[in-house]
Nanobody
Framework: QVQLVESGGGLVQPGESLRLSCAAS????????MGWYRQAPGKQRELVAR???????NYADSVKGRFTISRDNSKNTVYLQMNSLKPEDTAVYYC??????????????WGQGTQVTVSS
C-alpha cells in the first residue's frame, strides 16, 4: 500500500499565494504520474495539474499561468504552487498518484484532501 498525505491548505485573501505539498509513503517501488485535483461544493472533481515522472506537465486552462506543479522524486513528493488565488479556486484539493508498492502493481491512489479557501 501507498499513502498520500497532503499539507499546506488554508484560508487566504484573493491575490495571495499558497503552496500545497503531497508526500507519498509506504513500501514504494515506483511512482509514475502525480497530480492535483480539486472539488468545489456542488461540483465534480476536476483536474488542476499533473506531472509525469520525467517532469512533463499539463494544467487546467483555469490555472495556467498562476499555478505551478513540481515534484521531488527523491522525496516522493509533489508540490502545487498557487499564485494570484481567486475566490473560484476555493475547493478541497486532492493529491493523486499512479504508484506501485513492493508488489510492483500500479494502482491509482488518492490523498485525503486539503481545504483551500480564498476569501476577503
Amino acid at each position: 500500500q501507498v499513502q498520500l498525505v497532503e499539507s499546506g491548505g488554508g484560508l487566504v485573501q484573493p491575490g495571495e499565494s499558497l503552496r500545497l505539498s503531497c508526500a507519498a509513503s509506504g513500501r514504494i517501488f515506483s511512482i509514475n504520474d502525480m497530480g492535483w485535483y480539486r472539488q468545489a461544493p456542488g461540483k465534480q472533481r476536476e483536474l488542476v495539474a499533473r506531472i509525469s515522472s520525467g517532469g512533463s506537465t499539463n494544467y487546467a486552462d483555469s490555472v495556467k499561468g498562476r499555478f505551478t506543479i513540481s515534484r521531488d522524486n527523491s522525496k516522493n513528493t509533489v508540490y502545487l504552487q498557487m499564485n494570484s488565488l481567486k475566490p473560484e479556486d476555493t475547493a478541497v484539493y486532492y493529491c493523486n498518484a499512479d504508484a506501485a508498492d513492493h508488489r510492483r502493481v500500479y494502482v491509482n491512489y488518492w490523498g485525503q484532501g486539503t481545504q483551500v479557501t480564498v476569501s476577503s
